[in-house]
């Protein structure tokens, strides 16, 4: 025993020495695996003189793990119960011989205890509970709070060790979980429950005790019978506690017995059980007195308000009105209980209100639950009884009142964001509870949003600037989800969709809003409300507004210019936004829209500092100046869009193209030569440069090569030779400065933004791009992104794009090649590898798809066929990780093999005939090229051990393409390919090959050939 404190010692030592300490702690390790290692410790925390109180808790760690761990025999249980009975009666009995632990050690000696419980209740130690309750000093009348205090944090761990519903348990526990409180009702409970009244009484003046007493109380009712708490003599006991007076405000203990209450109230019983017992404690009564108590009501808006108190008692009205909805849906329950459910109802309602209506956000929040319960029921009905109708304005009162801004707060504060996610956090939920009552009743909702928002533009005529902004943001907010119920699909009074009486009332609202002159309030939230309700409704001013379109644009240019940092950022996106969706009704001003906000146009990058903050944040809450130029970009766009409606000719289109460029082109040439030489900041703004031409490029056209939906083509070609300088323009920024990612990833943008102006202009500067974007530096991650560019060019301008493709080509896979062939280090390396080589399978697929397939083979790229066709093969064998590319170099096997073996000279079908005639291969040879090189490459990977189509989906999708190769090369070659079969293949395979040629020339479906390779294979493993 001496080693053992010896041991605790060095290690609670500061000063020991570190290797000494290691020493220790081995030694203390080996202890509590050491069989007897435990016997000792038991000794050692019992003894007297006590030892450290460090040592002790040691040892009760050990002996913890010994009785969890060690499967202890009865004889060595026994004897840690007596030793360990012994020593609680010497500590805390009535004639205790020494001080009680510190809680920390009490908490560890009642889990120690507890673990005893669990193996000796049912067997050694029936009489837990009785030797317990002796501490207490009840038997004898003696007053021994220690002893008291010990009982109850037994009372406890027991309920945290067999009843708590949070933690999950093995099986064997859960059944001896059971079965220990299977016991405990049949043999102790009634004294538990009875040592409970008789403590409340005994000690009703020590607040200690009586806490203690209701959380153990709280914590068991839920597995106990309910008869044993709810009665008169333990209710006249529990309820004074609820609903005592205090002086402070503050009462911990009045807050436990209500928390008491709530688990009371929450158990789980037969619905006419509970409806009874809610009267039979005049629960009403009791909730209507704390409510009317001075904390929650005489304070109620001063720094004395008992939040605590109003929590507590709001989880108590969410807890009964949950179990009030729960009896009503019931459709068993008697007529009787019924009644009296929504008489409960009835009662609590108002008590729901008040507290959902609370200040306090956590109070409100607390009881939400419930009125979900609640409306969901009421949605169920068929029909809504006039008892239950009247209930729904009051809620729909308080929801709209609770989604105000409450007095305090102070919008865009930079130090109230916290509260301020906290608050919209909220109006989500509250949105969720309007939704249900404009489901429950549509005219109620809608006159009462309608009077709501008529009231407050009212008012704001009255008063003008005097007008608390609050007020005015809750109507404007309301005002927003109102689209939800006017227009679910955008379609406000189109043709084919009459007009609801809700979407009449939005145009109403809509009228009232733009005459109101609320675009001129100082606020920056009703400013920023404003702009976000005319671009979430440009449909209203499309079908029913247009006279006020003019004076919005107007307006929105103003506020584009506010200095608030807040509206700056999202306002120039909402202007974007106004003017795209409203193009065709505004293109007439485009000239006086640019001069008006020319002033917002000049780009001024800034480099990050090193304190730049790296936390991930809102796009509302980011202010860097990161932020504020992609928010810029956003006005470019919408220059583009305003300045080429179909109604504005090509040469104005082309002059406003040109106002915005030519200044950005002055600015990058100004900047290229400091950028070149390293500059960081002239770096930065050459790339907002080429952003912001490829964003304005965007603007005028998002029409996307080779797609037909789009009805509209390229621009003008006067506006596509504007915007061919633009491209000129990066280009050359992009050949001076093409090591720098940032410069090539913002050139990469502006190239697939441009496509959409340029149309096949873009094709003679093809070959610069690629110089530019496939550099020595680019990453195998900007090669992929490449090729996916390169697809849409190929595919959108086929019938234009031979010649040039024919001559870039091979500059393009020698690229390519060196970022597939590049060694990868790492994860992520991998992972672009994989995509390169896809993107790259997927290119040469376009382009053989597409007619364009002479390329491939055309005296300029014919030093590049057998690599190209060396890289295939080798991606086909590649197995591991690769099994999409894999799938992908087969197919593309496939399609030279069809589009170059010549015409059939053999059939598939389920009566197939002989082959006839000699293949007839688009160039000499390739026939046998076939068979040489695709054919050799499929049966490479079927032999290959890692190769198991049985086992894995995506390896039988290549499986499938190696048959349907192999049926191809037969119906290009025919007798030729089954000769290879005969004289290799098949002796190989040691077969005779009847079946394999059946199913190779009879499967109509390559996916019936796949199933015979793959039968076959599986019978050679």
Known sequence: MAQIENAVGILSNPTSDQSIKEQAFEYLNQLRTDPSGWQACTTLFARTPRTSEVVRLVCLEVVNYAVHTQGLDQASLGFLKDTLLQYCRQTYGPNAQQEPDPAHLQNKLTQTLTYLFVFLYQNGWESFLDDHLELTGLSTNTNNVPGVVFYLRILGSIHDEIADMLLSRQNNEAKRNTELKDQLRAQDMHKVS?????????????????????????????????????????????????????SSGEDKVRDTAIDTLNEICGKKMRSSDKMEMISFINLREI??????????????????????????????????????????????????????????LHGFLPFLLRFFSDEYDEVCSSVIPALTDLLTFLRKLTVVHQDYGGMLAPILDAIIHKMRYDETTTWGDEDELTDEAEFQDLRRKLQNLQKSIAAIDQPLYMD?????????????????????????????????????????????????QPSTEASERLVVMMQKMVESGIANFSHPAILLQYMEICVRYCVVFENHLSQYIPQVLENFVRLVHHDHVR????????????????????????????????????????????????????????????????????????????????????????????????????????????????????????????????????????????????????????????????AEAILIALNQLNSSAEIRTACRSAFSKLLGVLGSAVL????????????QSSSKDEM???????????????????????MLLTPLLQRIFGGLTEPIAGTDDEIQLGELRREYLSFLQIIL?????????????????????????????????????????????????????????????QNPTAPSGSPNPAFPGFEQFMIDRFHSTCWEV????????????????????????????????????????????????????????????????????????????????
Not at 294 to 322: F, I
Not at 671 to 691: E, S
Not at 764 to 775: F, K
Not at 877 to 904: C, H, Q, Y
């Open 194 to 246: 009875e040592s409970w009244k008789q403590l409340l009484t005994q000690y009703s003046t020590n607040d200690t005790v009586v806490e203690l007493v209701l959380k153990v109380l709280g914590k068991w009712v839920s597995w106990m019978d309910i008869s044993l708490v709810i009665s008169q003599d333990m209710l006249g006991l529990l309820l004074p506690v609820v609903g005592r007076p205090t």
């Open 287 to 344: 909730v209507e007195q704390l409510v009317a108590s001075p904390p929650l009501s005489e304070y109620k808006g001063t720094s004395r308000y008992d939040t605590d108190l109003a929590e507590a008692v709001a989880k108590l009205v969410n807890t009964v009105l949950s179990d009030i909805v729960r009896a009503l849906e019931d459709s068993q329950i008697s007529d009787d209980t019924r009644a009296r459910a929504n008489q409960h």
């Open 448 to 496: 009462m949003l309608s009077n709501l928002v008529a009231t407050t533009f009212q008012t704001l005529d009255q008063q003008g600037s005097q007008m608390d902004w609050r007020d005015l943001d809750l109507a404007l907010y309301e005002m927003y989800l109102f689209g939800e119920l006017a227009l679910p699909n955008q379609g406000l009074g189109t043709k084919n």
């Open 567 to 726: 509206i700056k950022t999202r306002s120039w996106y909402l202007f974007h936004r106004f003017i795209k969706q409203l193009r065709a009704q505004v293109g007439n001003v485009a000239e006086t829209v640019i001069q008006s906000i020319g002033d917002l146009l000049p780009i001024k990058a800034e480099v990050p500092g090193d304190d730049a903050d790296d936390d991930m944040s809102s796009d509302e809450s980011d202010h860097s100046a990161d932020a504020l130029f992609t928010s810029q970009l956003y006005l470019f766009e919408a220059i583009g869009c305003i300045s080429s409606t179909q109604s504005t000719p090509a040469d104005k289109q082309a002059l406003y193209a040109r106002s915005v460029m030519d200044p950005l082109f002055t600015d990058m040439e100004s900047h290229l030569p400091r950028a070149k030489a390293g500059d960081a900041q002239a770096a930065l703004q050459v790339h907002h440069i080429v952003m912001a031409l490829g964003t304005l490029a965007h603007g005028f056209s998002d029409w996307t090569p080779g797609v037909t939906s789009n009805a509209h083509g390229p621009p003008d070609k006067a506006v596509s030779d504007e915007f061919s300088r633009a």
């Open 764 to 775: 003679p500067q093809l070959p610069q791009w690629i110089e530019g974007l496939l550099s």
């Open 784 to 806: 992929a992104m490449f090729l996916r560019l390169l697809d849409q060019v190929v595919f959108g301008f086929k019938a234009e794009i031979y010649e040039v493709l024919n």
């Open 849 to 909: 798809n597409n007619g364009l397939d002479g390329v491939l083979v055309s005296e300029s790229n014919q030093g590049f066929f057998e690599p190209m066709i060396s890289s295939i093969i080798e991606l086909a064998k590649t197995l591991e990780g690769n099994v999409t590319s894999s799938r992908l170099a087969f197919t593309l096997m496939m399609r030279m093999a069809a589009i170059w073996g010549g015409p059939d000279v053999a059939t598939i079908s």
């Open 942 to 1021: 079927i032999k290959n051990p890692n190769f198991r189509p049985f086992q894995d989906a995506q390896t039988k999708q290549v499986l499938t393409e190696i048959a349907g190769l192999e049926q191809i090369i037969y119906t290009k070659t025919g007798d030729v390919f089954i000769q290879e079969l005969q004289n290799n293949l098949f002796p190989s395979l040691g077969v005779n090959g009847d079946d394999f040629l059946r199913s190779l020339t009879t499967s109509t479906d390559k996916r019936q050939f796949a199933s015979y390779l793959q039968n076959l294979l599986k019978s050679r493993q």
